[in-house]
T-cell receptor, first 111, second 111 residues
Framework: KQEVTQIPAALSVPEGENLVLNCSFT??????LQWFRQDPGKGLTSLLL?????REQTSGRLNASLDKSSGRSTLYIAASQPGDSATYLC??????????FGQGTELSVKP | NAGVTQTPKFQVLKTGQSMTLQCAQD?????MYWYRQDPGMGLRLIYY???????DKGEVPNGYNVSRLNKREFSLRLESAAPSQTSVYFC??????????FGQGTRLTVV
């Protein structure tokens, strides 16, 4: 059974810092991995999808990496801004196509 | 382009009542998902549909039924609502194991 864990559960940083959010999964036979952002009371917005054959993906100030052998993914946010404050969720696709989520990291970027 | 549309956005039910949450997508995706989100629990998969006419249980299927009668629509039914089913429900769609897109959610309260 695939389990996805995100550490830390909450993170507070000053504006301008570079930061890393961590995601680990128990079954290395994942197909793909996706990172999402969720603002309070809102739905999920897709940030990055890393396919199983890739090691990383970049979009603007965001960079996500995937290491299937160690069961880990990281989301790197460069030069953080108050507008980055949100909950960040990672989710792993298993071979059957199901998408399993971690519990999320709540990020607060202080001006 | 509407993406993933969920109805209703809010609902209050009495214990024992039944209701159906509707979800429709216009992106011609094969895969569709139903999740519930509770505080501190992340998103938990209720049911998954890989294609029209097929459904598969997720992590928390008890108390729910689903129907995928066509490619566009995936409905979630609560036959006899219980207070434990108070939650925010999200529907999502995607090409198989590729980027998933989420609706804005249905906030359900069972009293």
């Amino acid at each position: 059974k695939q389990e996805v864990t995100q550490i830390p559960a909450a993170l507070s940083v000053p504006e301008g810092e570079n930061l890393v959010l961590n995601c680990s999964f128990t079954d290395s036979a994942i197909y793909n991995l996706q990172w999402f952002r969720q603002d309070p009371g809102k739905g999920l917005t897709s940030l990055l999808l890393i396919q199983s054959s890739q090691r990383e993906q970049t979009s603007g100030r965001l960079n996500a990496s995937l290491d299937k052998s160690s069961g880990r993914s990281t989301l790197y946010i460069a030069a953080s801004q108050p507008g980055d404050s949100a909950t960040y969720l990672c989710a792993a696709y298993n071979q059957g196509g199901k998408l399993i989520f971690g519990q999320g990291t709540e990020l607060s970027v202080k001006p | 382009n509407a993406g993933v549309t969920q109805t209703p956005k809010f609902q209050v039910l009495k214990t024992g009542q039944s209701m159906t949450l509707q979800c429709a997508q216009d992106m011609n995706h094969n895969s569709m998902y139903w999740y519930r989100q509770d505080p501190g629990m992340g998103l938990r998969l209720i049911y998954y549909s890989a294609s029209e006419g097929t459904t598969d249980k997720g992590e928390v299927p008890n108390g729910y039924n689903v129907s995928r009668l066509n490619k566009r629509e995936f409905s979630l039914r609560l036959e006899s609502a219980a207070p434990s089913q108070t939650s925010v429900y999200f529907c999502a769609s995607g090409a198989r194991a590729l980027e998933a897109f989420f609706g804005q959610g249905t906030r359900l309260t069972v009293v």
